[in-house]
T-cell receptor, first 116, second 111 residues
Framework: ETGVTQSPTHLIKTRGQQVTLRCSSQ?????VSWYQQALGQGPQFIFQ???????GRGNFPPRFSGLQFPNYSSELNVNALELDDSALYLC???????????????FGPGTRLTVL | SQKIEQNSEALNIQEGKTATLTCNYT??????LQWYRQDPGRGPVFLLL?????KEKRKERLKVTFDTTLKQSLFHITASQPADSATYLC??????????FGTGTRLLVSP
């Protein structure tokens, strides 16, 4: 177990709705990254938060937004859900000693989102 | 365009044999490469990281090689066991801890 938790584990929404997914990072970690994993694909980077600030974003539209709290937990919000948003959403926490620094990422179990 | 390619077909091997998985990449110059294991419905689990100046890295039954000239990494599991059955992902880090993953290769080890 990595110590990274995510909630909820499963979620079903309808097209056009909004969703919030949550991630608690491993104790002592200051960086959270979010990934989307479609069935049969590798995870795709959505964005990253370092000490409460966005620190890089992948090729995702603005309706994907996030937040990191002072305790380094994080939320991923998706507005105006589309069918293609159905996927496993993963968060990964790590300890970066400087912004953009390198360290092992520890993944949570993911949230399975289904959009009908 | 930038690509990370792993064999999308499942690799079936017998228990006790060595499994070899391939990761090829184009238009990247990674400082290092990582391998992860993912079980169905679970998040990826970090296995090994190899840097560009390292040719080979070992951890127990696992061995990774990294050839920056061929732009290829090989991942070996020796004396494979049914419990090694999973999907194995390779990942590059182009910057700021963003990981770019391949599609993964499913390994099936039969008794």
């Amino acid at each position: 177990e990595t110590g990274v938790t995510q909630s909820p584990t499963h979620l079903i929404k309808t097209r056009g709705q909004q969703v919030t997914l949550r991630c608690s990072s491993q104790s002592g970690h200051n960086t959270v990254s979010w990934y989307q994993q479609a069935l049969g694909q590798g995870p795709q980077f959505i964005f990253q938060y370092y000490r409460e600030e966005e620190n890089g974003r992948g090729n995702f539209p603005p309706r994907f937004s996030g937040l990191q709290f002072p305790n380094y937990s994080s939320e991923l919000n998706v507005n105006a859900l589309e069918l293609d948003d159905s996927a496993l959403y993963l968060c990964a926490s790590s300890l970066a000693r400087v912004r953009g620094g390198t360290d092992t990422q520890y993944f949570g179990p993911g949230t399975r989102l289904t959009v009908l | 365009s930038q690509k990370i390619e792993q064999n999308s077909e499942a690799l079936n091997i017998q228990e006790g044999k060595t499994a070899t998985l391939t990761c090829n990449y184009t238009n990247y110059s990674p400082a290092y490469l990582q391998w992860y294991r993912q079980d169905p419905g679970r998040g990826p689990v970090f296995l090994l990281l190899i840097r560009e100046n390292e040719k080979e890295k070992r951890k127990e039954r696992l061995k990774v090689t990294f050839d920056t000239t061929l732009k290829q990494s090989l991942f070996h599991i020796t004396a494979s066991q049914p419990a090694d059955s999973a999907t194995y992902l390779c990942a590059l880090e182009p910057g700021f801890q963003k990981l770019v993953f391949g599609t993964g290769t499913r390994l099936l080890v039969s008794p």
